[in-house]
């Protein structure tokens, strides 16, 4: 029997940070051995906030990098460049012309970003939904991983791949694909502030913890992380209240293949110093190694252009045949 297809993809727009490897690139390795895997670099989608191009070819290479040295392997894995995929834009014309205004309106998403970004409330930001919808269909996807911020636009993309199948009478011709939603995960939020989502593009680089720092950097940043001045707390019930608690045990957690229940039990009667430091440790032994993978790896772009280049080759044998039966 053929393996289940998943589809997936990280815009190519900066450092990347654990919240990126616990939320998806774990995930994206450990899926590997059983699923058919197409991972992109989603630079098409990168550029709704219009980016140098310099930066954006720089940052696609980086990320490149990044999945290589945290597991990706291009020898189970198809790796790719969404736009050296040109099918994908293709696609995306066809789907909005069968995807309703109302539809988009009602995306979360983009109301929440075109009321951070009033100067730049492109067209490309309202039909982002629809792009992505393009990435999943081409590839009969039957998983996609998303996280919250996701759910909705692969809703979407659901909504359109069975219209578009009812428009033309054609049973499954466009997959309808599943969610694959972590299990044991906690979502992953700022070390300044449990309420807001860890993010790379926040200021404070104190906020987070990059995939490239090294071993002091991280140290660092778990000593200044906020914490409260209650002791760690005795039951996963304490923790509702304690957000920046919660988030540094779920960080734990979620490193040590654990769960939020046993994380706690094992540093009860524990202060907030001890806990950290064994965080730090984790976080070191995990993080530590794709660090230095990476700057081993971008010392060898044509390595990282071949793969890129048989990606291509492979996601296009099968896009370009999609957009003709299309």
């Known amino acids: 029997m053929s393996k289940p297809i998943v589809l997936s993809g990280c815009q190519p727009s900066g450092e990347l940070t654990i919240g990126n490897y616990l939320g998806a690139l774990k995930q994206w390795v450990n899926m590997q051995p059983s699923h058919e895997c197409y991972y992109m670099l989603v630079d098409q989608h990168a550029i709704t906030v219009r980016p140098k191009a310099e930066d954006l070819r720089k940052a696609t290479l980086d990320g490149l990098a990044l999945y290589l040295a945290c597991g990706v392997d291009p020898a189970q894995s198809t790796i790719f460049i969404q736009s050296h995929v040109p099918e994908h834009a293709q696609l995306s014309w066809v ?19 075109s009321q951070k970004s009033e100067a730049n409330m492109n067209s490309g930001l309202f039909t982002y939904p629809v792009l992505m919808a393009a990435d999943i269909l081409l590839y009969r996807a039957d998983k996609v991983p998303v996280g ?17 199948n009812n428009d033309f009478e054609k049973e499954n011709f466009l997959q309808v694909p599943e969610p694959l939603i972590q299990k044991h995960f906690s979502r992953i939020m700022s070390l300044k502030d449990g309420s ?7 200021i404070s680089d104190l906020s987070r913890i990059n995939l490239t720092d090294d071993k002091d950097q991280i140290i660092n940043k778990i000593k200044k992380a906020k914490t409260d001045p209650m002791p760690m707390p005795k039951t996963v019930s304490e923790l509702e209240e304690r957000l920046e608690a919660k988030n540094l ?8 293949n654990s ?64 957009i003709q039966n299309i």
Not at 249 to 256: H, K, P, R, V
Not at 287 to 293: D, F, H, K, V
């Open 95 to 113: 789907l909005n012309c069968y995807t309703q205004m109302g539809e988009l309106n009602r995306m979360t998403q983009y109301k929440d970003k």
């Open 148 to 164: 919250d911020d996701q759910k909705q636009h692969l809703e979407l993309c659901r909504d359109i791949a069975q219209k578009f």
């Open 196 to 202: 807001k989502k860890m993010s790379k593009s926040e």
């Open 249 to 256: 045990i779920g960080i734990y957690a979620s490193l040590t």
């Open 259 to 322: 769960n939020i229940e046993k994380s706690v039990e094992s540093f009860i009667g524990k202060n907030f110093s001890e806990f950290k430091e064994k965080l730090s440790e984790v976080l070191v032994d995990k993080i530590e190694p794709i660090s230095l993978e990476i700057k081993k790896l971008l010392n060898d772009q044509t390595y990282l252009n071949n793969i890129l280049q048989v990606g291509a080759e492979k996601a296009n044998s099968i896009a370009s045949k999609k």
